[in-house]
């Protein structure tokens, strides 16, 4: 059975940065895409970042230039790095992994607030 925790999530204010982080009990060179989600309170969850077993990285429109995706292999780990947060960006935050399946995380709260 494959377990995705996410951490790093937290309180911060408009303009700061987070880094948020998702491990998986298996290798994840396994899977096929790794993406980023997101839920504010009444919102449908939306795609956040993805990137692919290539390498490949893809985001949302509202994301691009502050948000980075990235792997270590080593450590089993996918990451989403966040800088120049805003407002907007609140929501709870979910790692997802696929390979024929989904895997999903309880997810991760981040508020951005003065």
């Known amino acids: 059975q494959v377990q995705v925790v996410e951490s790093g999530g937290g309180l911060v204010q408009p303009g700061g940065s987070l880094r948020l982080s998702c491990t998986a009990n298996?290798?994840?060179?396994?899977?096929?895409?790794m993406n980023w989600y997101r839920q504010a309170p009444g919102k449908q969850r939306e795609l956040v970042a993805t990137i692919i077993k290539t390498g490949t990285t893809r985001y949302a429109e509202s994301v691009k230039g502050r948000f980075t995706i990235s792997t270590d292999g080593a450590k089993n780990t996918v990451y989403l790095q966040m800088n120049s947060l805003k407002p907007e960006d609140t929501a709870v935050y979910y790692c997802?992994?696929?390979?024929?399946?989904?895997?999903w995380g309880q997810g991760t709260q981040v508020t951005v607030s003065s």
């Open positions: 997802n992994l696929q390979d024929f399946r989904d895997y």
């Open positions: 298996e290798n994840i060179a396994s899977f096929s895409f």
